[in-house]
């Protein structure tokens, strides 16, 4: 069955730190996708990466990265010297290409980063 | 270009309406998606379209809820006989090609709230 853990409910920061916001997937799928997307004050979600169960190269853009490592089935997002607009919840989500239409969602982490 | 629109942006319920969630995806986008996102957590999957053809509505939480896209464009949520339980934001996503493996693009939501 597809499951998405985020075991970070919140976390609080000050700003220019680095932080990382974990993501454990499980999937009996071997093709499937992962996806981080933001959810800013505003609501609308943000999309910020997908990444295939093929291609474990760790990917940077900017002041994020990302850590995907099949061994252990996680997806980590690093955002580096943080920033006050960095503030909001991600979520990161896992969709199988066997695995139906649905894409299932982690319960998100919010993230606070204060000045 | 213009993202995915929703309208309305808010709407209160009394308990037992009907109401009507619209969702105007990114022109040319095959898919479209409908999710259900409760205050504190990720968004869940209730029915996916491509194009007119509705392919999955697992997600759906009762036969109150009635989704359609008859033209493969614009989208329809119905809630029949509103209910408090049904509080929540319906986001709705589109994506270029078939399927859930492929970037989704999300509306800013409908926030509805059921008295």
């Known amino acids: 069955a597809q499951k998405v853990t985020q075991a970070q409910t919140e976390i609080s920061v000050v700003e220019k730190e680095d932080v990382t916001l974990d993501c454990v997937y499980e999937t009996r799928d071997t093709t499937y996708y992962l996806f981080w997307y933001k959810q800013p004050p505003s609501g609308e979600l943000v999309f910020l990466i997908r990444r295939n169960s093929f291609d474990e190269q760790n990917e940077i853009s900017g002041r994020y990265s990302w850590n995907f490592q099949k061994s252990t089935s996680s997806f980590n997002f690093t955002i580096t010297a943080s920033q006050v607009v960095d503030s909001a919840v991600y979520f990161c989500?896992?969709?199988?290409?066997?695995?139906?239409?649905?894409?299932?969602f982690g319960a998100g982490t919010r993230l606070f980063v204060k000045a | 270009g213009a993202g995915v629109s929703q309208s309305p942006r808010y709407k209160v319920a009394k308990r037992g309406q009907d109401v009507a969630l619209r969702c105007d995806p990114i022109?040319?986008?095959?898919?479209l998606f409908w999710y259900q996102q409760a205050l504190g957590q990720g968004p869940e999957f209730l029915t996916y379209?491509?194009?007119?053809?509705?392919?999955?509505k697992s997600g759906l939480p009762s036969d109150r809820f009635f989704a359609e896209r008859p033209e493969g464009s614009v989208s329809t949520l119905k809630i029949q006989r509103t209910q408090q339980e049904d509080s929540a934001v319906y986001l709705c996503a589109s994506s270029l090609g078939g399927g859930p493996t492929d970037t989704q693009y999300f509306g800013p939501g409908t926030r509805l709230t059921v008295l």
């Open positions: 022109s040319g986008h095959v898919s």
């Open positions: 989500a896992l969709s199988e290409v066997r695995g139906g239409f649905k894409t299932i």
């Open positions: 379209f491509q194009n007119e053809a509705q392919l999955d």
